[in-house]
């Protein structure tokens, strides 16, 4: 009986019910390796001792973050339970291979683990590039067993993508396509992005392992092959892979943002889904980006400069249309959501700041592998990415559960995190412009006051980690019923009870062309 | 009521299959971590059993949900048909990084190959020879996998029996004259980036070649115990689409590797 509703399942509900569970334990293992590193570098000198350990964590914390947290909470949890309620339909297209999207994941982080459980681990970062992936410098199996879990979880990914995107297609019950929820929208955009660029991950990787293994050559120059082929691989996976992992964001944003504005709906609606579309569109031809340093041509340099500021546009009018959706509200919900929600508009906005000086290949190649592109990617990732999964979960909590989270702890909780973040990735900025290099275990006296604080800052982050354990420990403990009524939502997601049913949208909604 | 709904779409039941099928797949990996450092097969062939279990299960369950209990709507099959154009799709760009990779290392090639495409001391296939019986081969079955549908589609059941068996036996007679090629051939898979591209791009297609005329193999077996009706067959469609796809990456294969990159 459990083992048939929690094992076999093939209820969406349940499902992402199970994604949540495994991102937040995932979520716990890639805190515990940010604080390793910010051990480490909070003092000039050694505390690890061993600078590949350094980067094996520095590796996996990357890792698991990416593929074991955000991605299976977003579009695993959050895709799962609220796609099919928003839509009207009973469940995904494909409720069977759903489940086996998520029982790839377990395994993954498995191979993941016992990648660092032989010989030394993984330490090349989680672009794991040859030569120093080969086999020549990463001898035994650490490498491949890398490779696979990457494999495992493409396949989980791809196999969703199919499913949400097929859902999305086919199962809306009298929903048009411009009515279509903004969260649905970023969803179908994210799929899209997770079809066409994850094989491509995948094709490299397995010429990577058999580099490694059955005497193949691709990357390797002495048989006539290149290593830049496998960064051109990776990135053209790798950069549609950060939009990935914002785009559902996006989505939670704009239904946070127009709820706790009081508003019907988002300020220009086709704008909104324009700009997703856009973005992952153009998050296509942008990858060498990533590659300014390798030696390309500077005509091909002025390109890539030039398409990836575009990019800036599409995720302007974004932000553009949230400021005017709050604007012209009688009255601001001041509730924890929306604190989320605020933070990340601010906070993205200056992640995708620091990524237009980063887009300019001449400042790139000054500050390629320094700590101001770790800055920029944690600002639009700790700081948007994760802002949006805690906004999206304190907003949507009632739903899934029935229960409610005490709004002044998760107040204090946001404050917490917000200075815990803030303090440890804006340092990170001089350190960047002062020249220090990512992915080094140790640095020059000169560069330890910003490391200190930045440390500082992670302390507080977790802190806010811990607080947050308490703050779902008392939500299910005291078990205070959340009553709909009080929520009034414009959104159908809302209309079938907290926590919905089993199944829910049985019978099928009609929508009538009156708004 | 059970049995009871009143929306079009089909409601799995619970089943065992994903998570046997993740299982299959970690050791499946594991064994091939096995294999390629610890000298040992067990766990290997274990995967190898495993994920062909999962599959035989899986998709009998789906027969029996489809032709013999009637969950495939016409709602259904619409998100079927999407479905597996979807993950066409995304096998297409699979094979695009073997090309991408093959293009990389062709149109510049390296010092190390002597600055020409073929490398030094490479003799490539001949492309009139064997190749082309491969491709009149499957440019055949594509045609003969299309005589079959039609057939099916005016419910002539001996003619697509007939139809489909051609089909298969092109494909085997693809894969035995492939098998052939590799052992025959003058280079090897370690024989620097020209074996690497060769052997990984064209092996990758052989294997789908093989899945695909698995496939095939599986509706004959429908069509011969009368699974199909003449406007219900979306198994036989998925698999004719897949095989025209595995047509067409052979055409491209012909066309760069076989053709120009000789």
């Known amino acids: ?515 | 009521m059970a049995g009871y709904q009143v929306h079009p779409w089909h409601l799995v039941e619970p089943s065992p299959w994903p998570l046997v099928g993740g299982s299959a797949a970690f050791t499946l990996t594991v064994g091939l971590v096995m294999w390629f450092h610890y000298n040992s097969t067990v766990l290997l062939v274990l995967g190898l059993m495993l994920v062909v279990v999962t599959m035989v299960q899986w998709w009998r369950d789906v027969i029996r949900e489809a032709t013999f209990q009637g969950c495939h709507t016409s709602y259904v099959l619409a998100g079927l048909r999407r479905g597996m154009v979807l993950f066409i799709i995304s096998e297409v760009f699979f094979f695009l990084a073997f090309f991408w990779a093959f293009f990389h290392s062709s149109l510049a090639p390296t010092v190390e190959l002597g600055v020409t495409w073929p490398p030094v001391g490479i003799h490539p296939l001949n492309a009139f020879a064997v190749p082309l019986l491969n491709t009149a081969v499957l440019l055949s079955s594509g045609v003969t996998v299309t005589w079959a549908h039609h057939a099916l589609m005016e419910g002539k059941r001996m003619e697509a029996i007939q139809a489909l068996m051609f089909t298969v036996m092109l494909g085997l007679y693809f894969t035995a004259l492939q098998a052939w090629e590799y052992y025959e051939a003058p280079f090897t898979i370690a024989d620097g980036v020209y074996g690497s591209t060769f052997f990984v791009a064209t092996g990758f297609h052989g294997l789908h070649v093989i899945i695909g005329s698995t496939f095939l193999i599986v509706c004959l077996g429908r069509q011969v115990v009368y699974h199909y009706t003449s406007s219900h067959h979306f198994g036989f469609e998925a698999a004719a689409w897949y095989w025209h796809f595995v047509d067409v990456v052979w055409l491209f294969l012909y066309v760069c590797i076989y053709w120009w990159g000789s």
Not at chain 1, 155 to 174: C, D, E, K, P, Y
Not at chain 1, 289 to 312: E, K, L, P
């Open chain 1, 1 to 515: 009986m459990y083992a048939t509703r929690w094992l076999f399942s093939t209820n969406h509900k349940d499902i992402g019910t199970l994604y949540f569970i495994f991102g937040a334990w995932a979520a716990m293992v890639g805190t515990a390796m940010s604080l390793l590193i910010r051990a480490e570098l909070s003092q000039p000198g050694a505390l690890l001792g061993d600078d590949h350990l350094y980067n094996v964590i520095v590796t996996a914390h990357a890792f698991v973050m990416i593929f074991f947290m955000v991605m299976p909470v977003m579009i695993g949890g959050f895709g799962n339970w609220l796609v099919p309620m928003m839509i009207g339909a009973p469940d995904m297209a494909f409720p069977r291979m759903n489940n086996m999207s998520f029982w790839m994941l377990p395994p993954s982080f498995s191979l993941l683990l016992a990648s660092s459980a032989v010989e030394a681990g993984v330490g090349t970062g989680w672009t794991v590039y040859p030569p120093l992936s080969s086999n020549i410098a990463h001898a035994g199996a650490s490498v491949d067993l890398a490779i696979f879990s990457l494999h495992l979880a493409g396949v989980s990914s791809i196999l969703g993508a199919i499913n949400f995107i097929t859902t999305i297609h086919n199962m809306r019950a009298s929903i048009e396509w411009n009515r279509v929820p903004l969260f649905v929208w970023s969803i179908w955009v994210t799929a899209y992005l997770l079809l066409l660029s994850l094989p491509v991950l995948a094709g490299a990787i397995t010429m990577l392992l058999t580099d490694r293994n059955i005497n193949t050559t691709f990357f390797d120059p002495s048989g006539g092959g290149d290593p830049i082929l496998y960064e051109h691989l990776f990135w053209f996976f790798g950069h549609p892979e950060v939009y990935i992992l914002i785009l559902p964001g996006f989505g939670m944003i704009s239904h946070i943002i127009i709820h706790y504005a009081g508003k019907l709906r988002s300020f220009g609606y086709l704008g909104m889904t324009w700009a997703m579309f856009t973005i992952g569109l153009l998050g296509f031809w942008v990858w060498a980006h990533h590659m300014f340093t390798v030696g390309m041509d500077v005509d091909t340099r002025s390109y890539f400069t030039a398409a990836t500021m575009v990019i800036a546009v599409p995720t302007g009018i974004k932000v553009f249309s949230w400021l005017a959706t709050l604007a012209g509200s009688k009255q601001l919900k001041w509730e924890t959501p929306l604190l989320w929600a605020l933070g990340f508009i601010f906070l993205f906005t200056v992640g995708g700041l620091t990524g237009i000086v980063l887009a300019n290949s001449s400042l790139d190649i000054v500050l390629h592998d320094t700590y101001y592109v770790v800055a920029h990617f944690h600002y639009v990732l700790s700081m948007g990415a994760v802002f949006s999964i805690l906004g999206g979960f304190t907003y949507w909590f009632p739903l899934f559960t029935g229960f409610t989270l005490q709004e002044a702890w998760t107040k204090i909780h946001f404050f917490v995190m917000f200075t815990g973040v803030n303090l440890t990735f804006f340092p990170q900025h001089f350190l960047g412009l002062a020249g220090m290099p990512r992915r080094y275990s140790d640095y020059p006296d000169a560069y330890t006051i910003w490391n200190v604080i930045s440390s500082l800052g992670s302390i507080i982050s977790l802190g806010s980690v811990i607080f947050f354990l308490f703050i779902l420990w008392e939500g299910f403990s005291a078990q205070r019923k959340a009553v709909p009524a009080s929520h009034t939502s414009h959104s159908a997601e809302w209309l079938m009870g907290c926590p919905p049913l089993f199944h829910t949208h049985e019978e099928l909604p009609f929508i009538s062309k009156k708004f």
